[in-house]
């Protein structure tokens, strides 16, 4: 799977948008975007995903650029309880084989602090 | 659904001590796997499996077994527990093997201190 290069750290006010970068530029034709994010001590959760349109859903928006090669999690209104480590992981979506299908191959993310 | 749980949440064992943690899903899931958080740092595979029967490394197995007996129980088992296991334990699950794009779903963790 590609490896991903995200910043460690970030602010953002309370009500704000936040955008999170993440550069991907090894990435190839069949490899997905995915972001999860870990609110402290708890167990990752998923965000959004997509493969090369870009995405939205509840909880944010993901744009991919044309090149594939960086994307942007965007939360649109961030609140005090999006404060949490956001990672960026691409990896494959399907494969003949499956020693690779599901894995998640984690960073160390960027943590995100939302301040009133 | 209760989703993804693991037993217990917290555990301090002794050196040399074996114990298995737990990890049972709810939402008939084929792939399901294990991954230690040391501080500061990301998630790191320990084991996984594409379904009841089989199992395969991940980036970390030395000093664990997995095995696989039914589809909603994957258990990690410490043989001999060093303080280097010393970490937080998530157990994950995964939609059925092969489909496209498919999200993971995580438990709340185990925390495991070796003294």
């Known amino acids: 799977d590609a490896k991903t290069t995200q910043p460690p750290s970030m602010d953002c006010a309370e009500g704000r948008a936040a955008n999170l970068p993440c550069n991907h530029s090894t990435i190839s034709g069949n490899e997905y975007v995915y972001w999860y994010r870990q609110i402290h001590s708890q167990g990752p959760q998923y965000i959004i995903h997509g493969l090369k349109n870009n995405e939205t859903n509840e909880m944010a928006s993901l744009i991919i650029t044309e090149d594939r090669k960086s994307s942007t999690l965007i939360l649109p209104h961030a609140t005090l309880r999006d404060t949490a480590v956001y990672y960026c992981?691409?990896?494959?979506?399907?494969?003949?084989?499956?020693?690779?299908?599901?894995?998640?191959?984690f960073g160390a993310g960027t943590q995100v602090v939302v301040t009133p | 659904n209760a989703g993804v749980t693991q037993t217990p949440k917290f555990q301090v064992l002794k050196t040399g001590q074996s114990m298995t943690l737990q990890c049972a899903q709810d939402?008939?899931?084929?792939?399901m796997s294990w991954y230690r958080q040391d501080p500061g740092m990301g998630l790191r595979l320990i084991h996984y499996?594409?379904?009841?029967?089989?199992?395969d490394q991940g980036e970390v197995p030395n000093g664990y077994n997995v095995s696989r007996s039914t589809t909603e129980d994957f258990p990690l088992r410490l043989l001999s527990a060093a303080p280097s296991q010393t970490s937080v334990y998530f157990c994950?699950?995964?939609?059925?093997?092969?489909?496209?794009?498919?999200?993971?779903?995580f438990g709340q963790g185990t925390r495991l201190t070796v003294v």
């Open positions: 939402m008939n899931h084929e792939y």
């Open positions: 994950a699950s995964s939609y059925n093997v092969g489909k496209w794009n498919t999200e993971a779903f």
């Open positions: 992981i691409v990896r494959v979506g399907a494969s003949m084989t499956t020693d690779s299908w599901g894995k998640l191959q």
């Open positions: 499996s594409v379904g009841a029967g089989i199992t």
